[in-house]
């Protein structure tokens, strides 16, 4: 199984600043990929930043040039450093983590979901 606890959501005034974090635990070694969603209310859960083995990441057009997404191997972290906030970031940010083999809850392939942590930014 893996455990992801999220942290650094907040308020923050439109055009600030905010970085989240985020740690995984246990099976690690089957980890594929982390990376963050959002979801705002009435909206579809979306990809924000994701990042491979390879360290390669792919971003929202939405965010590329704003946001930033590291990884810190380890300590088995990943973290979402957001600039230039506007309204339309405001969500509820997750972290994901897609877990395939030996400890995963499907074996096959299964996602991993951080509790959630929200960014609320206000004009």
């Known amino acids: 199984q893996v455990q992801l606890v999220e942290s650094g959501g907040g308020l923050v005034q439109a055009g600030g600043s905010l970085s989240l974090s985020c740690a995984a635990s246990?099976?690690?070694?089957?980890?594929?990929?982390m990376g963050w969603y959002r979801q705002a209310p009435g909206k579809q859960r979306e990809v924000v930043a994701a990042?491979?083995?390879?360290?390669?990441?792919n971003y929202a057009t939405s965010v590329k040039g704003r946001f930033t997404l590291s990884r810190d191997n380890a300590k088995n972290s990943v973290y979402l450093q957001m600039n230039s906030l506007n309204a339309e970031d405001t969500a509820v940010y997750y972290c994901n983590a897609y877990c395939a083999g030996d400890g995963c809850y499907d074996p096959r392939g299964y996602d991993y979901w951080g509790q959630g942590t929200q960014v609320t930014v206000s004009s």
């Open positions: 990042i491979g083995r390879d360290g390669r990441i």
């Open positions: 246990g099976s690690i070694q089957s980890i594929y990929a």
